[in-house]
T-cell receptor, first 112, second 113 residues
Framework: AQSVTQLDSQVPVFEEAPVELRCNYSSSVSVYLFWYVQYPNQGLQLLLKYLSGSTLVKGINGFEAEFNKSQTSFHLRKPSVHISDTAEYFCAVSGGYQKVTFGIGTKLQVIP | DVKVTQSSRYLVKRTGEKVFLECVQDMDHENMFWYRQDPGLGLRLIYFSYDVKMKEKGDIPEGYSVSREKKERFSLILESASTNQTSMYLC????????????FGPGTRLTVL
């Protein structure tokens, strides 16, 4: 079985400030990890993914995430947020056979 | 550009009606998925299919069925719609390779009155 915990349901942050969205996972097998973003009234789009290799993963729009196996975490970071980053962010884990488990989402609100 | 399309963005139905939600992908993906998204609950998997005419139950299949007669099309069926099925429904597809990355459609917001 696999699960994902997103520790914050909402994160307000001022424009140009840094942000970290937290994600912890559990899985009995090796995992693939993902962050997706959902803008209002749209579907989800992939922000970044960890499959193997370097634990620091860079994605689109200046986001990055670090895979920490010992802490079973995959936190998402951006050094300076923009108004256009206001969206809902979903962490997801896949342990095999294509089935992906999503977290409940974190709403990022960027304040001008 | 990869594309997953869903037949309707918004749908309003009455309790007891049979509802069809259609999803089409043009990426020749083997796997297709139906999720529902509710505030505070994230995405929950209803059904998925890893091949034509194959289907597997997800975490919340009760009250739903699916059909996959062609590789590019995956339909979600609500046999008798109920108010607790009011939700956002998202379709996704993926290759059977090692990536597991899923591509999503824009979603269908279904309201059952």
């Amino acid at each position: 079985a696999q699960s994902v915990t997103q520790l914050d349901s909402q994160v307000p942050v001022f424009e140009e400030a840094p942000v970290e969205l937290r994600c912890n996972y559990s899985s009995s097998v090796s995992v693939y990890l993902f962050w997706y973003v959902q803008y209002p009234n749209q579907g989800l789009q992939l922000l970044l993914k960890y499959l193997s290799g370097s634990t620091l993963v860079k994605g689109i729009n200046g986001f990055e995430a670090e895979f920490n196996k010992s802490q079973t975490s995959f936190h998402l970071r951006k050094p300076s947020v923009h108004i256009s980053d206001t969206a809902e962010y979903f962490c997801a884990v896949s342990g095999g056979y294509q089935k992906v488990t999503f977290g409940i989402g974190t709403k990022l609100q960027v304040i001008p | 550009d990869v594309k997953v399309t869903q037949s309707s963005r918004y749908l309003v139905k009455r309790t007891g009606e049979k509802v069809f939600l259609e999803c089409v992908q043009d990426m020749d993906h083997e796997n297709m998925f139906w999720y529902r998204q509710d505030p505070g609950l994230g995405l929950r998997l209803i059904y998925f299919s890893y091949d034509v005419k194959m289907k597997e139950k997800g975490d919340i299949p009760e009250g739903y069925s699916v059909s996959r007669e062609k590789k590019e099309r995956f339909s979600l069926i609500l046999e008798s719609a109920s108010t607790n099925q009011t939700s956002m429904y998202l379709c996704a597809s993926s290759f059977s390779g090692s990536s597991h990355e899923q591509f999503f459609g824009p979603g269908t917001r279904l309201t059952v009155l």
